[in-house]
């Protein structure tokens, strides 16, 4: 098959994601008709009955409103596939355009790499309508199961049951009213509300609450919330200990990277929730393995943001069970520790930062539209089995686009300093560019707890050209 041939039959696939058919509109049902007035009846059974006969009406009010708002959510998918029927129509388009521009120099080498040039940047642009298609049906999905919240919990004789998730769901509305007054509505809510829900469900953690800590910053609408995840990919890892054997095992959280992956599924969690205006950390229990005891420890989380809504997050956690507890284990530091920045973009957020080489660190990128995007994916450098700890916590690596960080330093440079010509009369040449000096901020400010979140300091940085110096 020739390029050309090649690069429609890819099109053609992507295409074929969408399928052909028109989305059936949902009609929503009319209101329930008004309940017959109450009979002349008087008594307990009355009463008993009048008072079921009432719930039942609120019941089925609550149904009727799920539906609506079902139909209304439903509705609203049916145009994902409309919206991305007509991107990717015009990505066939300009490739035919391509093609036609392109096809007298086809068969000589440098028509060939325009034409594989070309092919490319539209397969490019077709995967990203599907991949923006898929992202906005997950979070359609989101919605439609947020929808009957309002229904009652306890199901009808027969019926399976799922207590354990209604929980949950209503724990986390619990907790983000606490913060923000309202329930959860858009997809950054429901972030949000997950990473502040006091709650731990893993059967491991024994019901022991994770530390939250948390901090508001300047919003920066429609950036979404950026999710950072540190975790162990092992079962467990060696925990030093005084005494023989010399070490304890204790549970890591046996997983790879996952972008579906909820706040308890980690070491430390770091939500920054752009759309909301808010910073949530929390550290999860951990758990001796050889013992069964779960202790938690406290995150020390510190941040400060610029102007343009970039933010800078310094960490420090370290495991509740380090010998002399976590003081020393911070201070050495044999602990999890680092930079982090968080730049918004048109495009989306940007990251990078200094972290240890240990453990694994994952960060995504929630946006309506773009649910799970990968921002950056790192291994542990040196291993990833239950000597990592040891191996890795003491020494550091950059990742991603680390200027972001140095664009928090503040830049200035050094005042000249006076030189004695060696011989009377001599005179010494000042140097074409003085010294710079570079400061890390140091305004960064400390989360805080959830009953009593901290305003995050807003500064940019000093950078002062050299050529603001006297003369």
Same mark, same amino acid.
């Given at each position: ?19 052909? !058919? ?67 129509? !015009?990505?066939?388009? !300009? ?61 009808? =004789? ?25 329930? =959860? ?287």
């Amino acid at each position: 098959m020739s390029d050309v041939g090649s690069i429609d039959a890819a099109l053609a696939e992507l295409r074929q994601l969408l399928g052909t !058919g028109e989305p059936a509109a949902v009609t929503a049902p009319p209101p329930p008709s008004l309940a017959p007035p109450w009979p002349a009846w008087t008594g307990d059974a009355s009463d008993s009955a009048r008072d079921m006969s009432t719930q039942l009406e609120g019941n089925r009010n609550r149904l009727h409103a799920c539906q609506v708002s079902a139909t209304g959510v439903i509705n609203d998918a049916a145009t994902i596939t409309i919206d991305a029927r007509t991107r990717i129509a !015009g990505v066939q388009a !300009g490739w035919e355009s391509d093609k036609k521009a392109l096809w007298p120099i086809v068969n000589t080498p440098k028509g060939r790499a325009a034409v594989l040039t070309a092919g490319h940047r539209r397969l490019q642009e077709a995967s990203g309508v599907i991949r923006d298609a898929m992202g906005r049906f997950a979070g359609a999905a989101d919605r439609l199961q947020a929808v009957g919240l309002d229904l009652p919990l306890t199901p009808a =004789p027969g019926m399976p049951q799922a207590p354990g998730d209604d929980q949950r769901r209503r724990n986390q509305i619990d907790a983000f009213k606490k913060v923000f007054g309202r329930e =959860p509505v858009s997809g950054s809510d429901w972030d949000t509300a997950a990473a502040l829900d006091p709650h731990s469900y893993d059967p491991k953690n024994q019901g022991v609450p994770p530390n939250i800590v948390v901090g508001r910053i300047k919003p920066v609408p429609g950036q979404g919330v950026v999710r950072t995840n540190m975790f162990i990919p092992g079962r467990d890892v060696w925990d030093p200990k005084l005494g023989w054997p010399p070490y304890d095992n204790n549970l890591g959280d046996n997983r790879g990277f996952s972008p579906t992956v909820g706040p308890e599924g980690s070491r430390v969690s770091i939500f920054v929730d752009y759309d909301n205006g808010i910073i949530v950390a929390r550290q999860n229990p951990s758990v001796n393995a050889d013992t069964g005891q779960v202790r938690v420890g406290t995150p020390d989380i510190s941040a400060t943001q610029q102007s343009n809504g970039s933010v800078l997050i310094n960490y420090n956690a370290a495991d509740p069970f380090s010998p002399g507890g976590e003081g020393p284990a911070k201070a050495i530091p044999i602990s999890v520790n680092g930079t982090l920045a968080i730049a918004p973009s048109p495009s989306g957020p940007h990251v990078g930062g200094n972290v240890t080489t240990f453990p694994a660190l994952e960060i995504y990128s929630d946006r309506p539209g773009a649910v799970g995007v990968p921002l950056l994916q790192s291994w542990p450098s040196f291993t990833d089995d239950a000597s990592g700890p040891l191996v890795g916590l003491p020494f550091h690596k950059t990742v991603g686009d680390y200027s972001i960080v140095s664009g928090f330093n503040d830049v200035f440079p050094e005042l000249p300093r006076p030189t004695l010509p060696t011989t009377p009369g001599e005179s010494v040449p000042a140097p074409a560019m003085p010294r710079m000096t570079v400061l890390p901020p140091s305004n960064l400010t400390p989360l805080g707890p959830v009953s009593a979140p901290p305003q995050v300091v807003v500064r940019d940085p000093l950078n002062m050209p050299p050529v603001f110096l006297p003369r």
